[in-house]
């Protein structure tokens, strides 16, 4: 049975056993107000207090009329029906907002009808589960509020389901634009999603002539890569070379037309992985704070890209390297402070004891070659350079505090942002850029390098420094922290799947697994308890 009839006929059906308009309407207010409460007390959810916080209020507001039964049963079943392509629209899995086939009461089935819809209200406003890290949010703590007593309102008055949804969805136009392009792969799926590109040889632009290359012409013209009137051909020819180039941009692949064995991975993700991937998307945006600041940076982890945005136009973007899958980035909601000038660099235990330690091993004199200094002596002494010490006599953990003086070859380079956190993440400057050509940048040890640290400084310094802040890092050497005129927000997000504003929908990959593992929670949310009976009436 079709989903929206299945909603109907349960709602009908469970009003047709109480004979039409049901004998609550008739009952004294005192006795509805205590089967009400009772109802609402006695039927399992998967967060009771709130729930019932939210529903007592709702029926109290309405002096405890029923809401979408007797009198009201054709606008509960037009919301009903509706709620079905509402929550597909959302990306939400519409399973959790069924409603029972039959009620003891017409009571039952008005309380069952509200949990459902104030459900549906609260996961596209706040999200399904808690934005953990481990899903690539910011932490459980960090959620917007959402008033489910104005939603539910809302509908009682007349207001249709997707009025309402519209009127809590997050508010901001990424949300908007990655629905639109959910809805374009779900029509790409119903109409049976893309064909499959067989093995075979890696295809060079232009030199390749190959019998796969029908399909992989009807592959791109699915995805909206490639005009429709080609494709025929089995050519590699320069129309398909540039829509290839055009789909590995969209995918974070180096665009060079050249389909190897990581551009043909992605070609062959279903269309069910990536919708998958949208929703997964959809829900982080749920998560994001409504207010993000009229000036603020952004960072996109999977993307490994940085934004600048001002007034809410991105005023600069630039490359980035973020942390390898060893040292993950972690995603945060957090703010800069200062900004430091030919910073030192203290380097991180992790990193002493794992890596520089074994070096020390091989090479004694590893850290006067790097131009690494032990803190614990004297600066420039022999002992701070490690002379004398033996170190295949030291254990697995390295004993001492190693520091890298200001100077061209310093890890952290001219510049360091200072953000508040208890991670030790922050963004700075580096003195090797070969890595921002690459189109895969995860390497780094966790921090954020910057392509353009001198450009960010001066946007973020103000005025005072516009155009000035190379020259005085050449001039002056010394060390200094500048605190900036005003906290700055910073958001390190993680986000796989987005659309541009020119309409195209962007992947990338799940370097972190945090997809996975949301995907897995959003599937688990979709259990619902069954209700239980409600107790006599008082």
Same mark, same amino acid.
């Not at 039409?20 to 205590?34: F, H, I, K, N, Y």
């Not at 019998?211 to 320069?238: F, H, K, M, N, W």
């Not at 949208?278 to 940076?297: C, D, K, S, Y």
């Given at each position: 049975?079709?989903?929206?009839?299945?909603?109907?006929?349960?709602?009908?059906?469970?009003?047709?056993?109480?004979?039409?308009?049901?004998?609550?309407?008739?009952?004294?207010?005192?006795?509805?107000?205590?089967?009400?409460?009772?109802?609402?007390?006695?039927?399992?959810?998967?967060?009771?207090?709130?729930?019932?916080?939210?529903?007592?209020?709702?029926?109290?507001?309405?002096?405890?009329? #029923?809401?979408?039964?007797?009198?009201?049963?054709?606008?509960?079943?037009?919301?009903?029906?509706?709620?079905?392509?509402?929550?597909?629209?959302?990306?939400?899995?519409?399973?959790?907002?069924?409603?029972?086939?039959?009620?003891?009461?017409?009571?039952?089935?008005?309380?069952?009808?509200?949990?459902?819809?104030?459900?549906?209200?609260?996961?596209?406003?706040?999200?399904?589960?808690?934005?953990?890290?481990?899903?690539?949010?910011?932490?459980?703590?960090?959620?917007?509020?959402?008033?489910?007593?104005?939603?539910?309102?809302?509908?009682?008055?007349?207001?249709?389901?997707?009025?309402?949804?519209?009127?809590?969805?997050?508010?901001?136009? @990424?949300?908007?634009?990655?629905?639109?392009?959910?809805?374009?792969?779900?029509?790409?799926?119903?109409?049976? @999603?893309?064909?499959?590109?067989?093995?075979?040889? =890696?295809?060079?632009?232009?030199?390749?002539?190959?019998?796969?290359?029908?399909? /992989?012409?009807?592959? #791109?013209?699915?995805?909206?890569? /490639?005009?429709?009137?080609?494709?025929?051909?089995?050519?590699?020819?320069?129309?398909?070379?540039?829509?290839?180039?055009?789909?590995?941009?969209?995918?974070?692949?180096?665009?060079?037309?050249?389909?190897?064995?990581?551009?043909?991975?992605? /070609?062959?993700?279903?269309?069910?992985?990536?919708?998958?991937?949208?929703?997964?998307?959809?829900?982080?945006?749920?998560?994001?704070?409504?207010?993000?600041?009229? /000036?603020?940076?952004?960072?996109?982890?999977?993307?490994?890209?940085?934004?600048?945005?001002?007034?809410?136009?991105?005023?600069?973007?630039?490359?980035?390297?973020?942390?390898?899958?060893?040292?993950?980035?972690?995603?945060?909601?957090?703010?800069?402070?200062?900004?430091?000038?030919?910073?030192?660099?203290?380097?991180?235990?992790?990193?002493?004891?794992?890596?520089?330690?074994?070096?020390?091993?091989?090479?004694?004199?590893?850290?006067?070659?790097?131009?690494?200094?032990?803190?614990?002596?004297?600066?420039?002494?022999?002992?701070?350079?490690?002379?004398?010490?033996?170190?295949?006599?030291?254990?697995?953990?390295?004993?001492?505090?190693?520091?890298?003086?200001?100077?061209?070859?310093?890890?952290?380079?001219?510049?360091?942002?200072?953000?508040?956190?208890?991670?030790?993440?922050?963004?700075?400057?580096?003195?090797?850029?070969?890595?921002?050509?690459?189109?895969?940048?995860?390497?780094?040890?966790?921090?954020?390098?910057?392509?353009?640290?001198?450009?960010?400084?001066?946007?973020?310094?103000?005025?005072?420094?516009?155009?000035?802040?190379?020259?005085?890092?050449?001039?002056? =050497?010394?060390?200094?922290?500048?605190?900036?005129?005003?906290?700055?927000?910073?958001?390190?997000?993680?986000?796989?799947?987005?659309?541009?504003?020119?309409?195209?929908?962007?992947?990338?990959?799940?370097?972190?697994?945090?997809?996975?593992?949301?995907?897995?929670?959003?599937?688990?949310?979709?259990?619902?308890?069954?209700?239980?009976?409600?107790?006599?009436?008082?």
């Amino acid at each position: 049975m079709p989903f929206a009839r299945h909603f109907y006929v349960s709602l009908t059906l469970g009003l047709a056993t109480l004979g039409g308009d049901s004998l609550a309407w008739a009952e004294s207010a005192p006795t509805v107000q205590r089967r009400i409460e009772t109802v609402i007390a006695s039927a399992a959810t998967t967060e009771p207090d709130r729930d019932g916080r939210v529903l007592r209020e709702f029926y109290r507001t309405r002096s405890y009329h #029923l809401a979408w039964t007797g009198p009201r049963a054709a606008s509960g079943s037009r919301l009903l029906e509706d709620l079905p392509a509402v929550a597909t629209a959302e990306g939400l899995d519409r399973s959790p907002y069924a409603v029972p086939s039959s009620f003891p009461t017409d009571i039952e089935a008005d309380i069952s009808h509200s949990r459902a819809l104030l459900r549906l209200g609260r996961d596209i406003a706040i999200g399904r589960v808690d934005p953990d890290r481990a899903f690539g949010g910011f932490g459980g703590n960090n959620r917007n509020g959402f008033d489910g007593t104005r939603f539910l309102r809302g509908l009682a008055d007349g207001k249709t389901l997707a009025e309402q949804a519209a009127a809590v969805q997050p508010p901001f136009v @990424g949300y908007l634009r990655l629905k639109e392009g959910l809805e374009r792969l779900q029509t790409i799926a119903r109409a049976g @999603g893309w064909p499959i590109i067989p093995e075979g040889a =890696k295809l060079v632009p232009l030199e390749a002539v190959d019998d796969r290359l029908p399909v /992989l012409r009807r592959r #791109l013209i699915v995805s909206g890569d /490639l005009d429709p009137a080609l494709a025929e051909g089995t050519t590699y020819d320069a129309p398909v070379v540039e829509a290839v180039k055009r789909f590995q941009r969209r995918h974070g692949l180096d665009p060079d037309g050249t389909i190897g064995a990581r551009s043909l991975a992605a /070609l062959n993700v279903p269309v069910e992985v990536r919708l998958r991937q949208i929703t997964a998307n959809l829900e982080r945006w749920r998560w994001m704070p409504h207010q993000l600041g009229r /000036l603020h940076v952004s960072v996109n982890i999977p993307a490994a890209s940085l934004d600048l945005v001002e007034d809410g136009a991105v005023a600069m973007t630039m490359r980035v390297v973020v942390g390898d899958t060893r040292h993950p980035t972690p995603s945060m909601d957090t703010s800069m402070s200062s900004v430091v000038l030919n910073p030192p660099w203290s380097v991180p235990s992790s990193i002493a004891n794992n890596e520089i330690l074994p070096k020390l091993r091989r090479d004694p004199n590893y850290l006067a070659t790097s131009n690494l200094q032990i803190a614990d002596y004297p600066e420039d002494s022999p002992e701070a350079a490690g002379d004398g010490i033996d170190w295949n006599a030291i254990g697995k953990k390295f004993p001492y505090r190693l520091r890298q003086p200001p100077g061209p070859d310093n890890a952290l380079g001219q510049l360091k942002f200072n953000l508040r956190n208890a991670d030790d993440i922050y963004l700075h400057d580096t003195p090797n850029h070969r890595a921002f050509s690459r189109a895969y940048r995860a390497l780094s040890h966790g921090c954020i390098r910057l392509e353009e640290p001198v450009a960010l400084g001066e946007m973020l310094l103000g005025s005072r420094w516009k155009s000035r802040l190379s020259e005085n890092l050449n001039e002056d =050497k010394k060390t200094r922290t500048l605190k900036l005129e005003r906290n700055i927000p910073v958001y390190l997000i993680y986000f796989t799947a987005w659309v541009d504003p020119t309409g195209e929908i962007n992947f990338r990959d799940d370097i972190y697994g945090h997809d996975r593992r949301l995907g897995q929670a959003l599937r688990q949310s979709r259990i619902q308890a069954k209700p239980r009976p409600a107790s006599p009436p008082a």
